[in-house]
């Protein structure tokens, strides 16, 4: 077997100026020159095992995070900003990508940084473009966006909480115990912890009794009414929340505390948003629902019938599961409506997406609700060309009864290319025909195409009266 050359220049200057040491004073450490550390830090030679296995025990540093390359992330996202639209004139060979990514991570970082405010704020002024031509203008885009800042804070933290997964797991464990995890069983285990542990009654009720709400929690009474018309996994998703509320609110604070919040709300929203995840994390304990994942490559109808769950519940499960050193597939998850509106996404796979609706046409989770309940898998590449596997379903809210209100959506579950293998519905699917999309028309520079509902932004315009080539907008380039 070779072994990889290791190189980790920066990584070795940090550890030098952190220990306040000159190259001299680390070549005399090490018995080395201080021309060969010069070297090494400049990534003009490797660092050996042997001297790696020295730094370690010289200065007491933990080998594993000495070693740990990092590096090669840093250049697939730095490679993948590269061959956005905006760099196409521009000769930049992979290789010298990868250079800069592993010699000077700090600066790719930065890079990669910029180009993110760059992409959010032209996103942000397509939108603005979008109200303005709708007589929106005067809308106040600055304002504070609560559901924005929840977004924010579980993006920012992967949308992973190991603290509430283990709490949740030790709950299931008392409530589980050597019983079968059958759906009548899992439901008595509920409403048997709420009525002996909290003294809560609970009912299941006529909805309107509690004014057209899923869950009441009546204080005075000491009683839980839930809706009679949800069905079975939303009835056990409500009475675990209920219990979450009553026995994770402490940790879940504790979760909340180094959160950013400019106000009460995207705080709140925040806090409701763990306390669904504590849920899903009792029905759904961390290290079971993560084994059966890969047992079943990720088979979300399998997995729903193993933990009595709804397909919605198991697909924003699987986007959770990225706690270190027991991470499963890296998943990005969409639910949107029949006009695009988006009213959740969570983003573990690295996946653009519109923040606010305008996904592109050609993404078949548009498509679904012309096959209501049936899954439909598809392969997409983007215009850097990376390709993703995307499962698209539609799932239904409300109803129970005739008169009910029902709500129609579609969930979409992607995953990159490099995971695509521990995926099922990558069988027999062909990568090389993916489907072409964009994040969104305006941020999208692709050529050609009949789906276009609005001219790219920094593209000259072109129209021409004597050739129509059946594309809505003709631009530079087009």
Same mark, same amino acid.
């Given at each position: 077997m070779v072994r990889k050359a290791l190189f980790m220049g920066p990584r070795l200057k940090r550890v030098r100026r952190d220990l306040g040491l000159t190259q001299a004073n680390m070549a005399?450490?090490? +018995?080395?020159? %201080?021309?060969y550390v010069a070297l090494m830090e400049r990534n003009q030679r490797p660092v050996t095992a042997d001297l790696l296995l020295k730094l370690a025990s010289t200065y007491k540093i933990d080998i594993a995070s000495l070693a740990d390359d990092d590096s090669e992330g840093l250049t697939k996202r730095l490679q993948a900003t590269l061959k956005q639209p905006i760099f196409a004139d521009i000769d930049l060979p992979a290789l010298d990508s990868a250079d800069i990514a592993t010699s000077y991570p700090g600066f790719a970082e930065a890079l990669l940084r910029l180009h993110t405010a760059f992409t959010e704020e032209q996103m942000a002024h397509a939108q603005r473009r979008e109200m303005a031509s709708s007589g929106l203008g005067s809308v106040d885009m600055a304002a504070t966006d609560p559901v924005g800042e929840a977004r924010a804070f579980l993006a920012a933290r992967r949308n992973c909480f190991p603290a509430l997964d283990d709490h949740a797991a030790d709950v299931a464990q008392e409530l589980a115990g050597d019983r079968p995890r059958e759906e009548s069983v899992w439901t008595d285990a509920l409403v048997e912890r709420l009525t002996r542990r909290h003294g809560q009654k609970v009912r299941f009720t006529d909805p309107d009794l509690i004014l057209g709400s899923l869950r009441w929690h009546d204080r005075h009474r000491e009683q839980v009414l839930i809706s009679n018309r949800l069905d079975h996994p939303g009835r056990r998703f409500q009475l675990a929340l209920q219990i979450g509320l009553l026995e994770a609110r402490d940790i879940i604070a504790t979760q909340l505390a180094d959160g950013r919040f400019s106000g009460e709300n995207a705080r709140r929203l925040a806090s409701r948003a763990l306390t669904g995840y504590w849920a899903a994390a009792l029905l759904m304990p961390y290290r079971p629902f993560l084994r059966a994942a890969r047992q079943t490559r990720h088979d979300v109808e399998t997995l729903s019938r193993r933990f009595a769950a709804s397909f919605e519940q198991v697909a924003h499960r699987l986007t959770t599961m990225g706690r270190p050193g027991e991470e499963g597939v890296p998943f990005f998850f969409l639910r949107l409506d029949r006009a695009g509106n988006v009213s959740k996404r969570l983003d573990g796979a690295g996946f653009p997406f519109a923040r606010t609706g305008g996904s592109c046409p050609l993404w078949n989770v548009h498509g679904v609700f012309e096959t209501p309940g049936r899954i439909r898998p598809q392969w997409l590449e983007? %215009? +850097?060309?990376?390709?993703?596997?995307?499962?698209?379903?539609?799932? +239904?809210?409300?109803?129970g009864a005739w008169d009910s209100p029902r709500a129609v959506r579609s969930v979409a579950l992607a995953c990159s290319a490099e995971h695509a293998g521990h995926v099922i519905y990558s069988d027999g699917m062909d990568e090389g025909a993916a489907t072409p999309i964009g994040v969104a028309c305006r941020l999208c520079h692709r050529p050609h195409c009949i789906a276009r509902s609005a001219p790219p932004i920094g593209r000259e315009m072109r129209p021409d009266d004597n050739r129509d080539t059946g594309v809505p907008f003709a631009f530079a380039g087009d």
């Open positions: 005399a450490d090490l +018995e080395i020159s %201080p021309s983007l %215009p +850097e060309g990376e390709k993703f596997l995307s499962i698209a379903r539609t799932v +239904e809210a409300g109803g």
